[in-house]
């Protein structure tokens, strides 16, 4: 995998060889994303998809092979990388800012507990959650709650974020909001790249600039499909002519990816 950027024309991350334990989950794959780019990578379940955003992350160490950052070998977790889970996975007992400061906490910032808790509530607001920043997780919606965990993914300025099935667990009529809630949030400011990990076509091609297709045993890329810049998408684009041809590809290439050895 090659992380590299479109304004420094610099490799950010190299994974070479990469064997994740004795019995490979992942075998030569090749992957580059572009500073504030938005990259999903699709696949069925146990295809490797979280396997790969915890390389990516720092948080697991390859059995064997090259994982580079900046051409240095990387050998801790990195500080500016953030994720999204399917669940948000908030503190039930803490509001929403308190929540969301917790990374500035976690990563021993020597800010003044009030810079902190002032940039926890200007993450909120950059998702639209001002007014609920002092409320409970049980309080919330789950669309709100998810909302809360992006803006945690968020606070600390992250130089990529990893989405790993961010909306499973959302409503379908929801979706659509957060998609765009992300949107924003990356317009308004700095603008992490975005890797995607999921096993829905229509999520791909609804959030993703390009969309790889991780499919076999061990897992690597048998599919990439570049797309437009402009993201999110309507969902009405799935039915045009470009969004039916690009599902299409898509549903052949996870279909043959289970023949894949």
């Known amino acids: 995998f090659f992380f590299s950027s479109r ?7 190299t994974v070479t060889g990469v064997q994740t334990c004795a019995l490979p989950i992942l075998e030569g794959v090749d992957l580059r994303v572009a500073r504030g780019e938005t990259v999903a990578v699709l696949g069925l379940a146990s295809s490797g998809k979280s396997s790969l955003l915890r390389l990516m992350a720092g948080i697991d160490r390859p059995l064997s092979g090259d994982l580079l950052r900046d ?6 977790q990195q500080t500016d990388v953030s994720f999204v889970f399917s669940s948000a996975s908030l503190m039930p007992w803490a509001t929403a800012a308190v929540n969301v400061e917790l990374p500035l906490r976690l990563q021993g910032s020597a800010a003044p507990v009030e810079t902190r808790e002032q940039r926890a509530r200007a993450a909120l607001a950059r998702v639209g959650l001002e007014a609920q920043a002092d409320a409970l997780p049980k309080a919330l919606n789950d669309s709100q709650r998810m909302t809360a965990a992006l803006a945690r993914a968020l606070v600390s300025d992250p130089a990529l974020l990893l989405l790993d099935d961010w909306l499973c667990q959302v409503p379908e009529a929801a979706r659509a909001g957060l998609r765009q809630t992300l949107a924003d949030a990356r317009a308004q400011g700095h603008s992490p790249a975005v890797v995607l990990a999921t096993r829905s076509i229509d999520e791909a091609l609804l959030q993703a600039q ?10 690597r890329i048998v599919e990439t499909l570049n797309l437009d810049a402009q993201v999110p998408r309507d969902s009405a684009w799935l039915a045009s002519a470009a969004g039916l041809k690009a599902r299409r590809r898509l549903a052949d290439a996870l279909q043959g990816s289970e023949a894949v050895a």
């Open 210 to 219: 390009r969309v790889l297709v991780l499919g076999g045993k061990p897992g």
């Open 7 to 13: 304004r420094r024309h610099t490799r950010l991350l």
């Open 71 to 76: 051409g240095e070998p990387m050998r801790h």
